[in-house]
């Protein structure tokens, strides 16, 4: 018998740095740049936080990336065979693709922001008056999206909790028992 122990754990571990650290930063650093003191510092902070965050952000989505591959990979058989598996697979991809896909808009725009490095701000995402146009209009579209991010990784972690219980031996003896018969599982 072969365990996916390194699979799951790059899965799980890269989950939960990508969903915790966003909303860490989205809960905490977003607000306490607001106490730099001055809005030119206020950007800074923000900038200098977000940046720092981003390669270890990226590190976590790329073991979560490895690891999902590598979980699918050696699930497919099952997947296929156990009725609502594949439902299962397909939903955890798409939610993946738009996780991913919000994360990459937000480098995008947080790219933009940090750019200038002492942009005058409120807060991490909240533009002060005298905020350049191009970088306001970023900073309130992150507004948004900072809370996509968490949003789309903690359904992740639900739905991986739910592929988890699909996988008890009892629950794939079912769902096969299902697949053959058209039986409802």
Do not use: C
Not at 62 to 67: E, F, L, N, P, T
Request: proline share 4%; glycine share 10%; hydrophobic share 45%.
């Amino acid at each position: 018998m072969s365990t996916n122990t390194l699979s799951r754990s790059l899965h799980d571990v890269g989950l939960a740095a990508w969903f915790g650290g966003t909303l860490a930063n989205a809960t905490a650093l977003n607000h306490a740049a607001a106490e730099a003191g001055s809005p030119g510092r206020v950007g800074a902070v923000a900038n200098v936080g977000w940046d720092r965050w981003t390669p270890v952000n990226a590190a976590a989505i790329a073991a979560h990336v490895i690891g999902s591959i590598g979980m699918l990979g050696s699930d497919a058989g099952r997947a296929k065979a156990q009725k609502g598996a594949t439902r299962t697979v397909l939903i955890k991809t798409g939610l993946t693709a738009a996780a991913l896909g919000v994360t990459a808009y937000s480098r995008v725009l947080g790219k933009r922001v940090s750019a200038e490095t002492a942009v005058p701000a409120e807060s991490g995402t909240e533009p002060a008056s005298t905020t350049p146009a191009d970088v306001a209009a970023a900073q309130r579209q992150l507004k948004l999206l900072q809370w996509a991010v968490p949003v789309l990784t903690g359904a992740l972690v639900v739905v991986s909790a739910q592929a988890g219980e699909e996988q008890r031996p009892s629950n794939v003896l079912e769902g096969i028992a299902a697949r053959i018969t058209g039986l409802p599982s």
